[in-house]
Structures are given as structure tokens and as C-alpha cells.
């Protein structure tokens, strides 16, 4: 049995995401949009979390929670 993905976290560090999506609102509201994610973020995402939550946007621009570099 497989645990329940929440897709309004991130999958890197467990903090809120801010994903528009998982929030009802349209795909191009959200932050992600607006900015480049880079491949090696991705790529640290749990293989059965990919396409299933966002990350936040401290970690989509490779930065811990805190905004220290990861």
C-alpha cells in the first residue's frame, strides 16, 4: 500500500509548495511559471512523487528552506 501524495508540499523539504494548482486556481498562476527550475532540482524529486507535487519555490531555485544554498 502506497502513503497518500499531499500535493500541496514539497516533496524536497515537506514546506508548503504555493502551487496554484493544488490551490483550485489555473496553471499559469502559479509561481513555477514564472520561473526556471533547473533539471538537477527535478531530478532530486522521489521517482514516485514526480508529476505528483511541486516543489516550493525555495527549492526550485536550489535554496533550503531557510534561503541558504542546498
Known amino acids: 500500500m502506497s502513503a497518500e501524495i499531499n500535493t500541496s508540499v514539497c516533496p524536497l ?5 504555493q502551487c496554484a494548482v493544488a490551490a483550485g486556481l ?4 502559479c509561481w513555477c511559471m514564472q520561473t526556471r ?4 532540482v527535478l531530478e532530486r524529486i522521489p521517482a514516485a512523487q514526480r508529476r ?3 516543489v516550493c519555490p525555495a527549492c526550485g531555485q ?9
Do not use: K, R
Open 13 to 17: 523539504c515537506g514546506q508548503a509548495n
Open 26 to 29: 489555473p496553471a499559469q498562476d
Open 37 to 40: 527550475i533547473a533539471p538537477q
Open 52 to 54: 505528483q507535487s511541486c
Open 62 to 70: 536550489g535554496l533550503s528552506p531557510t534561503g541558504t544554498p542546498s
